[in-house]
């Protein structure tokens, strides 16, 4: 039971949480880096590097995020000259389009990681192999994937039953 409550937990806010984290760990990086550089006179060379990477990061989970909560960009001017028991089919080919483009980022982006890792690009600065960095756009898209498949689950699922399609939240809506 604590099992599947921790899984249900991971599935609300595992995306949520690694944004805090890697958003967090980019302003320390950038406010320690002035800190050095105006009080000590001295910067370091990791920081910068390593702020680009979580910010690459975060982008590419809140990518995914905003598939989940459908509070990515779209153009709802659609949805207002359907009828709303329509919604769920406009859903429902909006994340099969979606589940499409990922699968295709999905492939190019393992083809450019396999390039990184046979060839061993390195950082300038870390000297770490760069497909550790490139792997932010194969996790993205692979959750993106994934959250297509699960709210994919839950359009069919809501028209089975009749319920009304879940809309997500509007680009300002908290």
Not at 22 to 49: D, G, M, T
Not at 59 to 66: M, P, S
Request: proline share 2%; charged share 15%; aromatic share 16%.
């Amino acid at each position: 039971m604590a099992k599947s409550k921790f899984l249900h937990q991971l599935d609300l806010n595992a995306e949520r949480w690694f944004m805090l984290i890697a958003y967090a760990f980019c302003c320390f990086a950038i406010v320690q880096e002035v800190l050095r550089r105006f009080l000590l006179n001295h910067s370091s060379a990791w920081a910068e590097e390593t702020a680009r990477y979580a910010f690459i990061y975060l982008g590419w989970v809140g990518a995914a995020y905003a598939v989940r909560a459908r509070a990515h960009i779209r153009f709802d001017i659609l949805l207002q000259v359907l009828p709303k028991r329509l919604y769920g089919y406009f859903y429902l080919f909006g994340e099969a389009a979606t589940l499409a483009f990922a699968c295709v980022a999905l492939y190019f982006c393992s083809h450019t990681m396999q390039q990184l890792i046979h060839f061993g690009a390195a950082t300038p600065v870390l000297r770490i192999n760069k497909a550790w960095f490139e792997a932010a756009v194969f996790i993205g898209f692979l959750l993106i994937f994934i959250r297509c498949i699960q709210a994919m689950v839950n359009d069919i699922a809501d028209l089975r039953a009749g319920r009304p399609a879940n809309t997500g939240k509007a680009l300002f809506e908290s």
